[in-house]
């Protein structure tokens, strides 16, 4: 069975960029995979930030965007803000079934 | 804008039964899969299962084929999760979603002890 993997924690100083990354253990992840991006932030449902890879909800701050890199899906937070400290998980697209990861917890520090 | 309410959680010895209820109110969800996600106490995300606007395709995650069924009722605006066989490691919060995810409910907490 596939694992999608994350890394379990960054930090990123105020103002900085990361690249948080979502990868599978059965090969690499492509826009096939439609893979989608989350924040939750503590007591919070999950908010979705990315959807089909690239595409953002209304919603979505400009600083976040979604991509490929390398063998990877990425989320890519350009100017960090203190209030983007929270846990990021990916979901990944396996046939017809769906699998998260297991979360990034990003600190702005 | 629609407004997803979950009901039917509570306590539940292991091996019981329990049926998990979402309403959507502010708009139809016929034209939308709909998706059950559940978070343990403390852990991460879970995919459960999800539905097809028609019914006609669910999928599920491994653990829980064949003990958990999805449902929908388009002309109630609603999706259920029939959870057979609990385990404690059913235990969690149970979300429910729509589509592409732009929509959630706050949940509802399952526990499975005994």
């Known amino acids: 069975q596939a694992v999608v993997t994350q890394e379990p924690s960054l930090t990123v100083s105020p103002g900085g960029t990361v690249t948080l990354t979502c990868g599978s253990t059965?090969?690499?992840?492509?826009?096939?995979?439609?893979t989608y991006w989350f924040q939750q932030k503590p007591g919070q449902t999950p908010t979705a930030l990315i959807y089909?890879?690239?595409n953002k909800h209304s919603w979505t701050p400009a600083r976040f965007s979604g991509s490929l890199f390398g063998d990877k899906a990425a989320l890519t937070l350009s100017g960090a803000q203190p209030e983007d400290e929270a846990d990021y998980y990916c979901l990944v697209l396996y046939g017809g079934a769906w699998m998260f990861g297991g979360g990034t917890k990003l600190t702005v520090l | 804008e629609v407004q997803l309410v979950e009901s039917g959680g509570g306590l539940v010895q292991p091996g019981g039964s329990l049926r998990l209820s979402c309403a959507a109110s502010g708009s139809p969800i016929s034209s939308y899969w709909l998706i059950w996600v559940r978070q343990a106490p403390g852990k991460g995300l879970e995919w459960v299962a999800n539905i097809k606007e028609d019914g006609s395709e669910r999928n599920y995650m491994d653990s829980v084929k064949g003990r958990f069924t999805i449902s929908r009722d388009n002309a109630r605006n609603s999706v259920y999760l029939e959870m057979n066989n609990l385990r404690p490691d059913d235990t969690a919060m149970y979300y429910c979603?729509?589509?592409?995810?732009?929509?959630w409910g706050q949940g509802t907490l399952v526990t499975v002890s005994s």
């Open positions: 089909n890879t690239y």
């Open positions: 059965t090969g690499a992840v492509t826009s096939g995979h439609y």
């Open positions: 979603a729509r589509g592409r995810f732009d929509a």
